[in-house]
């Protein structure tokens, strides 16, 4: 599992990522879905960490 630091990074690098992808294919592109999904897989992995159960 990544640590908290390498997460924010993977973030940081999908949230740029995203907001590229949104200024080319506009928000309901198929590409845009996808990113949006990974962008939301790392932030729930990233609170996971950061809130415990």
């Not at 949104?22 to 897989?41: F, H, N, P, R």
Request: aromatic letters at 4%; zero cysteines.
């Amino acid at each position: 599992m990544a640590t908290k630091h390498e997460l924010i990074e993977l973030i940081e690098k999908k949230r740029i990522e995203l907001i590229d992808i949104v200024a080319k294919y506009g928000l309901s592109s198929s590409k845009t879905l996808k990113l949006s999904q990974e962008l939301d897989t790392l932030l729930n992995k990233y609170n996971h960490i950061i809130v415990p159960k």
